[in-house]
Structures are given as structure tokens and as C-alpha cells.
């Protein structure tokens, strides 16, 4: 069976010989096409998750490895193949204030892509198509057309990207950070309509952010990025009130819960020092990456690169704290998500 | 609380944008005293006047905005009443503010020891320039960054390094009053908690007081003391952070608690009903009223009144009645 998407050793290199970054570091994952799914992938400023999502809208091409939409190499696309791709993958961004042109009205932002990919054949048509979108996103057509990006609210206007990506009829979200701009009142509404869109329409989410809190109301799975790698992955009811790596443990722990009972800071911020980073630089892929941060580093985590170990069911950590448990290949993340996924509907 | 314990006392701020569509009132009457070691969150969601309240206190406003009216003491000084050179120096010296998206006003091209310098040199404290460089890796150190940061460049640091620095330039004079308007908010999790704990101990050391501006409901239970909470221009209700977020009053704040995502109700999304009203024209009445599930007759009618009881609680709510709170 193909899948709908599937991120096959995916590496991404900027720059070259000893400045060289790697911001995704072989990231294996599928989505399959006949169970939609949102999955999360979180990680602080600088762990890949935006350049993962990148490489998958085609922006970015990969260093090494391939990207395949429905079993079909991105890069090796034709051109029919192509249009397919750029209108089922549709993107919803960061900053709802950049992804406008000042000059123009907000329509355009839905009259060019009706035009690109002719999804109407008259102006009557087209105009049916834009008010559709904008009532499933719960905007009023008549409050919205006709304005300038300027007159419209940060919420009003990443809605409004949301119904031009929902217009293609798309089968894949890429959403990074989608309300990390808006305003915390209105970010229960912009989740709440892509959680519904994802229900009602079996759209697929990649859901990239680095805020933990949304991540688990919206997700099913969430894969946890450090340094381009995957450091926990699984059930993001797991993960999240119970997280196993380290990492992800300092990560939860930092969450400012609006919640008295729940303090934050219950683990120091350990800051790296030169020799262990050096260290790190040295022993290259034979090193866990957390190590020099790593609040339980062992002898053996300078040794080598731990792999995905099963930390109990539905749950893998890139730890050697959880050896004891079965390992899983790294191409295997997508049939851990979609093993959740049946659990739970 | 003890009267002279108060650090920052803002009397009826009033601060106006004269517009080609009228004059926008972004903040009317606001009112409140800091006291001195508390840390206040002021809340509330974009456009309610929050940040327009600090470059109000700071003397800030820039055209067409103007305070036009409202006193701030600091001490036995009302800064609007202060001439422009006099406030130039309060300005760090005594009030110090850290604005949102600091971390991109640094100068690209000067070296970051530099750059805290300039803000010394300018404040004529008589300093040799031996004693500015070690006051400047002194606000390093207090900001908990290496010493080795003076001698770099703005590129050469990371987000919430450079967030550090704008705070250390900001905090090198100690001022008793730092303003903080979402110092952290584009920051990831782990450098926000970082930054923040960083400003605490800060303040903590200092004994100066905090004001954090910001609409994350979260980083303020984490971090403040008290909380005021704005709405259009106003304050709606100010209280402890226990009694904010166990016990809200105002129907405005218990909405803005319950959107917050909890881990306890997965996938349940609560959104504040309606928008924002346009500060051009507000409604009559309170301006909560048009979003407000528990508007009654009244509310429409007549502006509640910010009620204080014995505790300094506050809370301008018709539920409340007239006779202040039960």
C-alpha cells in the first residue's frame, strides 16, 4: 500500500565542512492515506521541525534521503504530478502578518489559486467556493472580502489562510506553529477548526510547534525533535504527562501550565560546558547528542548513538535509560503513529 | 499593604491616539500601585491597550498618541511632570523597561560590551571607562550570561541569549521599576523559562518590582504576584494570582482562564466569544457587554465602577453590585 506521505532518511545539511548544520538528521516517518492523522512534531527554536516541514512542502530539498507523496518521489515529480502535490499539501504559517502582500486585498489570497488550479469555470462559481471556505472556518464572506490584510484581526487573518488551504480541498496540513502569533484567547478557535476539518473532512496534519500544551490538545502522536532527531515519540497523552526522555522531560517541565498546583522548573537548565561540547563535536554520530545537557548521562552515552527503544507500549525514547525495552527500526516511527491511531477510533 | 511600600503609583492614565478616524482612546483611567519586590502581571488580548500602558509610563507615546491626562509616582516624583532631559535620565536609572521583541533592536555591528556601555556612558554617573567595562560584565554575569558575550557581536547569539543582553542593558542601572512587555514571546519553552528566571532572580536581588505585560495566562501564573487584567482600555479586575485563577470574578476573566489549554480537558477548545471592540468607538455601557455571557439589563446602560475591598481586591462588574464585592 502506498502512503500518503512518507519521509524516507530524510537529511538536511545548511552549509558546508566544519560550519556545516545538520537540521534534520535521518527522520524517518510515514502517514498513511486511509487513516487521516495529526501528528505533532515538536522541539525547541533550532531542532529541525521547521526545515522538516519544509523539505516536505518541497521549499527545501533534501541532503540525503527522499520525500514521497503518495509513493511518488517529490523531487522526481512530473509536471501534472507536481500540481497535484501543491494542491493537496497546503501550509498554514507562523506569522499571519508576513503571509500577505499589504498592497493587495484579502481576496486575491483566494482569487489566485482558484485561477491557478481552475476551480471554477465562472466568476458566480468562484465566488461560491470563497464563501464555503470562509463559513468552515467560521468567518463571515461579507465582513472579510473586500478588506485589506491591515483591517483584519492576527486571528481573522491566520483564519483566513486556513480557508484558502481548506478551498484546494487538500488531503495534508503543514501547520507550523499556526498560533504561536495570535492571541492565546482566539488559538482555541484556529485548533478547534483544524481539529474539525481533520474530523470532518479526513485531512492529514503535520502539526509543527515548539508549545507542548497545544500540541497535546490537538495530536494524536507527537514525535519530539532534538538536534534534527527524533528523541521520544508515540502517544501524545504519554508523552506529554509522562514523558521519558530527558529531554522531553525538561521540555514538559518548562510548560507554564496556567495552573497554580503545576510549577514549572522542577529540573535545572543544565548549560552545556566548552569540554563537553567539544566532546559532542568530536565523537560525531558515536555520542548521544542530549549528553553535554543530559542530567543522567552515562559513561555509555559517549560511546555511542542510542536508537528508538520501546519505553513501554505505544512509546519509543532515543535513550539508553530504556534498553531493557525492544528497539524500533527507524523506518517504523509512521507504524507506531498509525497503531495509535487505530486504538484510538 | 503598607503605604510606603509602593513603588510605582499610577493615578487615572489616560493615553489618546488623535487619528484621521477620531481619537482612539487606548487607555482610560487606569489606575493601580506597584509595590515595591511584587511582581504584577497585566494582562489582556492585543489592541486592549497593555503595551500603550507602558510607553505611557515610559514617556514613550509617540505621535499622535499623548498622555492626556493621569500622574505617575515614583517616589516623591511624578514622571509627567518631569522636563524631558530629567525623564531621559529616570529611564533606566529608575524605571527600566524591556520591550517586546528586544532582542531585534540591538545594533548589528557593535559588540555587545559596547552596546550596554552606551546606555551607562549616557546616564552621566560620573564612571571611568574602567569602571563602565566591569559594570558591563557585572550586567552580564547578573543576566547569567558568560563574560566572554561582551566581546561578541549580536549574530554570534542565540534568541534567548540576546533577549539576556537587551535585559542586562536595560537592568545594568538597577532601576526600582522594570516593565517587561512579553519579554519572552517568541521564544521556545525551555530559553522563556530560562529568560524569566533569570529576570526573577534579578528582581529578587534588586529588590525592584516587575511589571509583565503579556497575554499568556500561563507564564503569568508561573511567574507573578498579582494580576490586572485589561480589557479595552481599562482595568477589569486586579487581585492575587491565587484569586485570579482560582476564584475570577469578572465574567471577562473567568473566559480568558477557561480558553487556556489544561491538561486535564483534552481536545475541549473554549474561545472567548465576539472580537475585540474597535477603541474608536466603544460600547456604551461596560465594554464587556456585547461578549459577555452574563450581560444583564443594566450593563448596556451604566459603566461599572472599578470596586476596591479591604484586601485590594478590584473588580468593575455589575454582578458585583454597586455596594462593592460580597
Known amino acids: 500500500m502506498t502512503h500518503l506521505l512518507e519521509l524516507r532518511n530524510v537529511t538536511k545539511v545548511f552549509g558546508e565542512g566544519a560550519k556545516a548544520t545538520v537540521a534534520v538528521d535521518e527522520v524517518s516517518l510515514y502517514l498513511e492515506s486511509d487513516k487521516p492523522s495529526i501528528i505533532a512534531v515538536a522541539g525547541e527554536s533550532g531542532s529541525g521541525k521547521t526545515t522538516m516541514g519544509m523539505t516536505v512542502l518541497g521549499f527545501l530539498r533534501p541532503t540525503r534521503g527522499q520525500i514521497l507523496y503518495r509513493g511518488i518521489d517529490v523531487d522526481k515529480m512530473n509536471a501534472d504530478q507536481s500540481i497535484t502535490y501543491r494542491r493537496e499539501v497546503q501550509a498554514v504559517f507562523q506569522d499571519p502578518f508576513a503571509s500577505y502582500n499589504p498592497f493587495y486585498k484579502v481576496d486575491r489570497l483566494f482569487e489566485k489559486p482558484i485561477a491557478k488550479f481552475k476551480l471554477a469555470s465562472s466568476q458566480g462559481e468562484a465566488r461560491e467556493l470563497i464563501e464555503e471556505a470562509l463559513n468552515k472556518v467560521g468567518l463571515r464572506p461579507r465582513e472579510m472580502l473586500g478588506r485589506f490584510p491591515h483591517q483584519l484581526s492576527g486571528g481573522q487573518r491566520q483564519r483566513l489562510v486556513v480557508a484558502r488551504a481548506i478551498l484546494l480541498n487538500p488531503q495534508l496540513l503543514i501547520a507550523d506553529e499556526p498560533v504561536s502569533m495570535v492571541d492565546a484567547s482566539l488559538r482555541a478557535g484556529i485548533l478547534e477548526k483544524i481539529r474539525q476539518l481533520h474530523d470532518e473532512l479526513g485531512i492529514s496534519v503535520l502539526y509543527i510547534t515548539h508549545d507542548l500544551t497545544t500540541a497535546y490538545h490537538i495530536s494524536d502522536g507527537i514525535m519530539v525533535l532534538y538536534q534534527g532527531s527524533v528523541v521520544e515519540a508515540g502517544d501524545v497523552d504519554k508523552v506529554i504527562k509522562s514523558p521519558v526522555h530527558p529531554y522531553t522531560q525538561l521540555l514538559v517541565d518548562s510548560i507554564p501550565w496556567a495552573d497554580l498546583t503545576l510549577k514549572w522548573g522542577k529540573q535545572p537548565i543544565i548549560e552545556p560546558t566548552e569540554e563537553d561540547l567539544a566532546r559532542l563535536a568530536a565523537a560525531g554520530t558515536a555520542c548521544c547528542k542530549y549528553a553535554p545537557r543530559c542530567p543522567q548521562a552515562m559513561p555509555r552515552c559517549w560511546e555511542s548513538r542510542p536508537p528508538l527503544f ?36 | 499593604m503598607n503605604e510606603n511600600n509602593v513603588a510605582l503609583r499610577v493615578k487615572d492614565l489616560h493615553v489618546h491616539y488623535d487619528t484621521e478616524d477620531g481619537v482612539v482612546k487606548a487607555v482610560s483611567g487606569v489606575s493601580f500601585d506597584l509595590h515595591a519586590n511584587e511582581r504584577m502581571g497585566l494582562v489582556g488580548e492585543s489592541g486592549c491597550g497593555k503595551s500603550t500602558m507602558a510607553l505611557g509610563l515610559m514617556r514613550l507615546i509617540k505621535e ?54 552606551d546606555a551607562l556612558a549616557d546616564h552621566k554617573l560620573g564612571l571611568s571607562k574602567e569602571q563602565l567595562e ?46 517587561a512587555d512579553e519579554p519572552t514571546s517568541a521564544l521556545d519553552v525551555i530559553t522563556q523559562r530560562q529568560v524569566m528566571e533569570t529576570i526573577g532572580r534579578l528582581q529578587e536581588r534588586t529588590n525592584s518590582a516587575v511589571i509583565l505585560i503579556g497575554h499568556d495566562m500561563g507564564l503569568q501564573a508561573q511567574f ?7 480589557y479595552a482600555g481599562k482595568l477589569v479586575e486586579v487581585g492575587t494570582v491565587k484569586e485570579i485563577f482560582t476564584d475570577a470574578l469578572h465574567p471577562y476573566t473567568q473566559l480568558l482562564i477557561s480558553s487556556l489549554p489544561t491538561l486535564g480537558s483534552k481536545g475541549v477548545f473554549v474561545s472567548i466569544p465576539g472580537i475585540a471592540p474597535s477603541l474608536l468607538e466603544l460600547p456604551s455601557g461596560c465594554v464587556f457587554h456585547p461578549r459577555c455571557p452574563k450581560a444583564m439589563a443594566i450593563c448596556n446602560q451604566e459603566e461599572p465602577v472599578l470596586h476596591s475591598d479591604s484586601s485590594g481586591r478590584r473588580v468593575s462588574c455589575h454582578l458585583y453590585g454597586n455596594g462593592g464585592m460580597n
Open chain 2, 134 to 179: 566591569e559594570r558591563a560584565l557585572e550586567a552580564l554575569d547578573s543576566v547569567e550570561l558568560p563574560r566572554k558575550v561582551a566581546e561578541m557581536y549580536p549574530h554570534e547569539l542565540s534568541g534567548g541569549m540576546k533577549q539576556r543582553v537587551c535585559a542586562a542593558i536595560s537592568l545594568a542601572m538597577r532601576p526600582k521599576v522594570i516593565i
Open chain 2, 224 to 230: 507573578v504576584n498579582r494580576v490586572a487584567v485589561m
Open chain 1, 310 to 345: 520501546h519505553a513501554d507500549s505505544g512509546r519509543v525514547a532515543a535513550c539508553f535509560l530504556y534498553e531493557s525495552g525492544t528497539t524500533l527500526e527507524k523506518d517504523e516511527l509512521g507504524g507506531l503513529f498509525s497503531a495509535l491511531n487505530n486504538g484510538s477510533s
Open chain 2, 64 to 117: 499622535p498618541g499623548e498622555v492626556v491626562a493621569g500622574e505617575a509616582w515614583l517616589g516623591d516624583k511624578n514622571l509627567f511632570a518631569l522636563s524631558y532631559e530629567e525623564m531621559r535620565m529616570a529611564r533606566g536609572l529608575e524605571i527600566g523597561m524591556i520591550p517586546q521583541g528586544a532582542m531585534n533592536s540591538l545594533v548589528p555591528v557593535i559588540r555587545v560590551k559596547n552596546q550596554i556601555i
